[in-house]
């Protein structure tokens, strides 16, 4: 299935991997591709995730302190959020 970002999500991702990248760039790689993994991951099974509201759902990263929150609508899955997990918890739930 299609996953798209909202363009908060795409901002978020930009700037952990920012944050990552001043600190190393294998980390931030490691941060790229971890984004990556769960994508895909939430691609293909979709309803595998825990529900946190309504529609939508979390993928917690392995490695990161990180989630990806998304929804699965008609034809695509859209991430609300690349939300970090110890930073303002629901802040998201205003984009759903």
Known sequence: ???????????????????????????AERFIKEFEVASNEIGLHPDR????????????????????VYRVLDDMIKIDAIAHDKRKPGYWKKRV
């Open 49 to 68: 995730y825990r529900k946190v509201r309504r529609a939508s759902q979390i993928k917690e990263f392995r490695s990161f302190p990180y989630s990806l």
């Open 1 to 27: 299935m299609k996953v798209i970002l909202h363009p908060e999500a795409r901002s978020e991702f930009f700037e952990a991997v920012e944050f990552y990248a001043n600190e190393s760039t294998s980390l």
